[in-house]
Every structure is written in C-alpha cells, then in structure tokens.
C-alpha cells in the first residue's frame, strides 16, 4: 500500500479509534475536580508508552530474523495481549455505543435492533479492502473535528472561569487516583496503534503514530476543556455523558437552539471505527500477520 498517498487517512484511522467512546464518556464518574491533571498524565503516559513499544515491536515483528526461536516465542505472548486489548476495545465501545443510542436517542426501539444493526454495518465495512476503512476515516474525522471546534468555539459565551480556579495543586496520589480512568480510555488504546500501523503499513513509524495519537488527543482535549469550564470539574466528573450535557447547554439563536444530534454523529463515527479496527486488527495478530497486510 502506498505510504505517501494515505499519510492523512492513517492520521484519521487512528485518530478515529482513539476517539472511539472516550469524546462522550469522559472524564468518566470515576474522577474528581482534578481531572484535567489526570488527563495530562495519561496523555504523557502514551506518549512515552508509544515510543517504547515502537521500537521493540519493529524489532519483534518486522527486523528480527524469524528463524530465531526465542524471538518467535517472545511473539506469542505479546501478540496474544494485543490480540485481547483489541477485542476489549471493540467490546467495551460496542457495550457503550449501544446503551447510549438506546438511553437517549432511540429509546423507544429494542435493544435487539440496535444491536443488529450497528453489529451487521461494522461486519460489512470488516469485510472492506482497508483502503475503503481509510477514505471513510478521513472523512468521518474532518468532519467530527469540525463539528468539536465549532462547539468549543459556540460555548465559548458560556464558559466560567471560576470553573478551573486552583487554589492548591493536587499531591502525587490524588493526580494518581485521577489518571486512572484516563489510563484505560486513552493510555491503553494508545498503546495499540503501533500493532495496527504494522498491521496495515508493514512496520511502526515514531512519527506517524504520534501525529495520529494528536490528531486523537486535540478533539478530546477540547470535549474536556468543554465540559471543564461549562460545568466545573466535580459536577462534570458526576454525569453519564458529559459532553452529550454540555451541549444541551448551548444555545444558537431563535432557530438553531440545540446541537444534539452533532453528539450522536460523534459517537457514530468514532466507535464504528474503533469497534471496525479493533476487531479487524486483533484478527490479523491472531492470524500472525506480522510484517504483512
């Protein structure tokens, strides 16, 4: 596959599955009012994480001689754990996707059917030569981040400052305790993009798969900006879905007075992609594609 003529659409595939659920959910009911420090903390976290695994997974996979039996039993654990980290990526999504459709926007439709459908568009795009998943990531994401910034620009007139005051800094075990939510939405999908860039492009480049975890970060960064200076950090923290709040929030006009529906072609785009590469991904481990795509 050429590099060169799919460099944006990678950025936008793994922007995409970093995404996933994580522009709704978070920062999730498990943090306090000093979640934006655990936000930077895990952010830091996968960006040290990914330089790591880069080079040691070129080597496992791609640079190593494979007549090497300690590197070929090396492969089996670490492919079997990405393996399963997608598959948890896809599951969880999935799980989410589908009970905020059903919770809140179509509620008077069963379970079953949301299922069924969401289950049979993401086994068709599944089935698609990865140059379609790549096209269709680039333009659901240009899409998705135009919506973000157009959002956090309109809120803007609603924003409280008082709402990120400080008054003493937090201590190593409460940025700890804070992180943890955003360890497993962002530190741990973060940690997958290397796989997938082997998986689709032969070998892991530094600079691809951190621009593509940026392009990922920036529009959560902004969701949490967001809800951070709309509803303050504790109350923000307490809802279900947070962004899906805020934006109910905000009002455009006698006509234009609500955005909702933007929320649900957030979700829509990110997960379907996520829960798309999750699965498509741990099935080219299991199938021991390394090097190839």
């Known amino acids: 596959?050429?590099?060169?003529?799919?460099?944006?659409?990678?950025?936008?595939?793994?922007?995409?599955?970093?995404?996933?659920?994580?522009?709704?959910?978070?920062?999730?009911?498990?943090?306090?009012?000093?979640?934006?420090?655990?936000?930077?903390?895990?952010?830091?976290?996968?960006?040290?994480?990914?330089?790591?695994?880069?080079?040691?997974?070129?080597?496992?996979?791609?640079?190593?001689?494979?007549?090497?039996?300690?590197?070929?039993?090396?492969?089996?654990?670490?492919?079997?754990?990405?393996?399963?980290?997608?598959?948890?990526?896809?599951?969880?999504?999935?799980?989410?996707?589908?009970?905020?459709?059903?919770?809140?926007?179509?509620?008077?439709?069963?379970?079953?059917?949301?299922?069924?459908?969401?289950?049979?568009?993401?086994?068709?795009?599944?089935?698609?030569?990865?140059?379609?998943?790549?096209?269709?990531?680039?333009?659901?994401?240009?899409?998705?981040?135009?919506?973000?910034?157009?959002?956090?620009?309109?809120s803007v007139k609603d924003f409280k400052i008082a709402n990120v005051a400080i008054y003493a800094f937090p201590d190593l075990a409460t940025i700890t305790r804070e992180s943890k939510p955003f360890l497993l939405a962002i530190f741990c999908p973060a940690l997958l993009l290397p796989f997938w860039e082997i998986a689709l492009f032969g070998k892991a480049e530094p600079g691809v798969c951190l621009k593509g975890f940026f392009a990922g970060i920036l529009p959560i960064a902004l969701c949490l900006t967001d809800c951070l200076l709309l509803f303050g950090a504790p109350l923000a923290a307490r809802l279900s879905y947070p962004l899906f709040s805020a934006v109910g929030t905000v009002t455009v006009g006698p006509l234009f007075t609500r955005m909702d529906g933007v929320i649900y072609y957030l979700l829509f785009s990110s997960a379907l992609i996520k829960i798309t590469l999750s699965l498509k991904g741990s099935v080219w481990i299991l199938r021991g594609w390394c090097g190839k795509t």
């Open 1 to 154: 596959m050429n590099k060169t003529a799919y460099s944006k659409h990678r950025l936008a595939l793994e922007a995409l599955f970093l995404m996933g659920e994580a522009v709704l959910f978070l920062p999730g009911n498990e943090s306090g009012k000093y979640y934006f420090f655990g936000f930077l903390t895990a952010m830091a976290a996968a960006i040290i994480g990914i330089a790591v695994v880069i080079p040691t997974l070129n080597y496992l996979f791609v640079d190593s001689n494979d007549k090497n039996k300690f590197i070929r039993w090396i492969r089996i654990p670490v492919s079997a754990a990405a393996a399963l980290g997608g598959f948890a990526c896809a599951g969880l999504c999935f799980k989410r996707f589908v009970g905020f459709v059903s919770a809140v926007f179509l509620t008077s439709v069963n379970k079953f059917w949301i299922v069924l459908i969401f289950a049979a568009l993401i086994g068709w795009l599944i089935g698609k030569d990865v140059r379609v998943i790549l096209k269709l990531s680039l333009l659901l994401y240009l899409l998705a981040l135009f919506i973000i910034v157009l959002f956090f620009v309109l």
